[in-house]
């Protein structure tokens, strides 16, 4: 009976790993060029949306954006779950006047994250796009 117990709870956990979760990289850029970033200065942050359409704010996902403009958000266990996200772009010191735009609860960044795997192209001259 024992033997029977671990067999249906591994099989459970298994059977849930990595199942409707995410893994998201990418790179910003700006009127499709790679945009440049200061080494180890900037970092976006990706806030789960609402219903309402507001960000939640309590759960944030984070990554530091690589001078070439790539990242990968690592999360506890390297995904997070679909859904719609809102996406700053975080500075470390005073952030350069065209990346405020994007740096507060305003930021016009948002992506629908699927299952899997996904690779963003962050467009700062579309950013609805």
Same mark, same amino acid.
């Given at each position: 009976?024992?033997?029977?117990?671990?067999?249906?709870l591994l099989t459970g956990l298994l059977a849930g790993c990595g199942g409707g979760m995410a893994k998201v990289k990418g790179r910003i850029v700006e009127n499709g060029q790679p945009?440049? $970033?200061?080494? $180890?200065? @900037?970092?976006?942050?990706l806030l789960p949306v609402e219903t309402s359409g507001q960000a939640e704010g309590k759960?944030? @996902?984070s990554a530091? =954006?690589?001078a070439d403009g790539t990242f990968e958000v690592v999360a506890s266990?390297?995904? =997070?779950?679909?859904?719609? @996200?809102?996406?700053?772009?975080q500075?470390?010191?005073k %952030?350069?006047?065209?990346?405020?735009? $994007?740096a507060g609860p305003s930021s016009p960044l948002r992506r629908q994250i699927q299952s899997g795997q996904n690779?963003?192209?962050?467009?700062?001259?579309? %950013?609805?796009?």
């Open positions: 009976m024992t033997r029977m117990l671990w067999i249906a945009a440049t $970033f200061p080494s $180890f200065q @900037y970092s976006i942050e759960k944030v @996902y530091v =954006l690589n266990g390297g995904e =997070l779950p679909p859904g719609k @996200y809102q996406i700053t772009i500075s470390s010191g %952030p350069t006047p065209k990346y405020k735009a $994007f690779d963003l192209t962050l467009d700062l001259a579309k %950013p609805e796009g």
